[in-house]
């Protein structure tokens, strides 16, 4: 009876750990990695996930995972600088060595290529699921900002905010033209501006299947993934609910 126990949980183990690397090639040259958890060959429906900027794209792996076994397609990508994104000229580890700035400069320079990245990964998964399929994104922390700039450029079905603070502008953005928009918002209470953020999003949020998780504390993104262990869970049941037709 053992044995059988065992045999099935590595059979499981082995089944939620599928994923494929992927790379996309931006206008000018550039490759962006990213981690592609396939759905159901015609399932009309996928989410992007956009990383916080001090991880990378493993951060969605379960949840990644969870997606795809629920038979959606989920994509996430390291942003360019971070994780297997990176060649000499764009790297978030040497750009946290320079100061005054120089940094600002040279970050600055850097993230004015994430918007057509992120596009990019956006027409990966728009080919897996049709003009007439339906895509998500969630974005954890800077994440979010990319979010809400695809979302306004393209077809987004639903959109999550994962500790994710927004500038006035960005709210704006967001209330004139994604509030309808089922949306997802995570944020801890005692995180600074996040929360701020989080409670006027909810706020704006029209659409009846929107949804406001909180916590306690100062936890920040991917930690509440560890304090929580539901959190993947809930984030995956919520797109898989609101991405359908």
């Known amino acids: 009876m053992k044995k059988t126990i065992v045999l099935m949980t590595l059979c499981f183990a082995f089944k939620s750990a599928a994923s494929t690397d992927i790379t996309l090639t931006s206008s000018d040259g550039f490759?962006?990695?990213?981690?592609?958890?396939?759905g159901k060959e015609d399932s009309n429906k996928a989410l992007l996930m956009l990383h916080q900027c001090n991880f990378n794209r493993s951060m969605y792996n379960d949840i990644g995972n969870q997606l795809s076994?629920?038979?959606?397609?989920?994509?996430?990508?390291?942003?360019?600088?971070?994780?297997d994104s990176k060649n000499n000229q764009f790297d978030v580890s040497s750009i946290r060595k320079l100061s005054g700035q120089s940094r600002?400069?040279?970050?600055?320079?850097?993230?004015?290529?994430?918007?057509?990245?992120?596009?990019?990964?956006?027409?990966?998964?728009?080919?897996?699921?049709?003009?007439?399929?339906?895509?998500?994104?969630?974005?954890?922390?800077?994440?979010?900002?990319?979010?809400?700039?695809?979302?306004?450029?393209?077809?987004i079905d639903a959109i999550g905010f994962f500790s994710s603070a927004q500038t006035y502008d960005?709210?704006?953005?967001?209330?004139?033209?994604?509030?309808?928009?089922?949306?997802?918002?995570?944020?801890?209470?005692?995180?600074?501006?996040t929360y701020t953020s989080a409670n006027i999003l909810f706020k704006e949020a029209k659409h009846a299947n929107?949804?406001?998780?909180?916590?306690?504390?100062?936890?920040h993104g991917y930690p509440l993934l560890e304090h929580?262990?539901?959190?993947?869970?809930?984030?995956?049941h919520w797109f898989g609910q609101q991405l359908k037709k």
């Open 31 to 38: 490759t962006i990695h990213g981690s592609y958890f396939s």
């Open 228 to 236: 929580d262990k539901n959190l993947n869970n809930a984030i995956s």
């Open 104 to 155: 600002t400069d040279a970050w600055r320079d850097m993230v004015k290529y994430w918007p057509q990245d992120v596009q990019l990964a956006y027409e990966y998964l728009r080919r897996k699921v049709s003009n007439t399929g339906q895509i998500g994104v969630i974005g954890a922390s800077c994440g979010g900002t990319q979010a809400i700039t695809l979302a306004n450029n393209t077809n």
């Open 170 to 193: 960005n709210i704006q953005k967001y209330v004139a033209n994604l509030s309808g928009k089922p949306t997802l918002i995570i944020a801890a209470d005692d995180d600074g501006r």
């Open 210 to 219: 929107s949804k406001l998780l909180t916590y306690k504390g100062k936890l």
């Open 69 to 83: 076994q629920q038979g959606i397609h989920a994509l996430s990508i390291d942003f360019r600088g971070y994780g």
